[in-house]
């Protein structure tokens, strides 16, 4: 292949281009071009990788790239991208470093003036959000939850007061436990959407209060099947309800302050009301 490769790569380039999470025919144009035209591809798994180029009749040779060895290929990478090599940089299924590969790769590029590229396209969380009805205006996405039950409870205590919508990736094996985790937390009313299978034929998005999501999912063992994405919606404070910054705040003065004085700091530094402060403060500081 010559040096520039047809003209649709960049010599001494890191491509990141995203694949498809389901359905084949969300690969863009341009994705099809990078991959076919690049030196090399850097792939999460290259058996799976190779059916995909298969598929479109692509012959770019891949190397394997991935969690277990992407601190030690860096570096190998970087030689081959800074001596003119193309690289694109894919992973399984969406876009490469979001819960993916790379993060290591890309770093080290930047460090090293490697040109990277960014190539748009398939992405699990975004395809999520935009069909679950949750607000997107302000998001959070936390990645794949934590496989212990203490893990995932303290994840989803720290979050509770989050007013983005949160969203989670989670595998079919621990779907129940998770949820039951974040009805301990967050309680049965919490709006919550399971996206799972997107862009498959047995794609499904359902919304509902957490506490009928959870027998929703009981009522049919399919439900809990394929790759999932759950979205929370974020808290929402009461009117006069106290955050759990605010009682924080309020328990660290009351220890070297009168409850009456801080209480009235607390309310000055949080825009809340003194009154309320106190009266929580009488019934569980005292």
Not at 28 to 45: F, G, K, S
Not at 104 to 113: K, P
Not at 195 to 208: D, M, P
Request: with cysteine.
């Amino acid at each position: 292949m010559s040096e520039s490769n047809s003209g649709m790569v960049d010599v001494a380039t890191l491509y990141i281009v995203p694949t498809p999470i389901g359905n084949l025919a969300d690969i863009t144009q341009r994705a099809l071009d990078v991959l076919a035209n690049v030196d090399l591809i850097a792939a999460e798994d290259t058996r799976h990788t190779s059916r995909l180029l298969s598929h479109f009749s692509i012959s770019t040779r891949t190397f394997a790239f991935h969690d277990h060895n992407e601190q030690q290929k860096a570096d190998f990478l970087i030689e081959k991208l800074q001596a003119g090599t193309s690289i694109a940089l894919v992973s399984d299924a969406g876009t490469p470093l979001i819960s993916d590969p790379g993060y290591h790769l890309v770093n080290r590029c930047r460090h090293a003036g490697v040109k990277v590229v960014p190539l748009p396209g398939p992405c699990a969380v975004i395809t999520a959000l935009s069909g679950s009805g949750l607000p997107s205006d302000r998001f959070s996405f936390e990645g794949f939850l934590p496989p212990k039950s203490k893990g995932r409870r303290d994840c989803f205590q720290a979050l509770a007061d989050d007013a983005r919508t949160l969203i989670f990736y989670e595998s079919p094996h621990r779907i129940n436990e998770s949820l039951s985790d974040m009805l301990a937390v967050l309680g049965p009313d919490r709006q919550v959407v399971l996206a799972r299978e997107l862009t498959k034929t047995y794609e499904t998005i359902h919304s509902a209060p957490l506490g009928e999501l959870i027998d929703w999912i009981a009522e049919d063992s399919n439900r809990v099947r394929g790759e999932m994405v759950i979205l929370v919606a974020g808290h929402r404070a009461q009117k006069d309800e106290l955050s759990v910054e605010v009682l924080r705040t309020l328990a660290l003065l009351v220890k070297e302050l009168p409850l009456k004085k801080a209480a009235a700091l607390t309310a000055e530094i949080h825009g809340v009301k003194k009154n309320a402060l106190y009266k929580w403060g009488l019934e569980n500081l005292e």
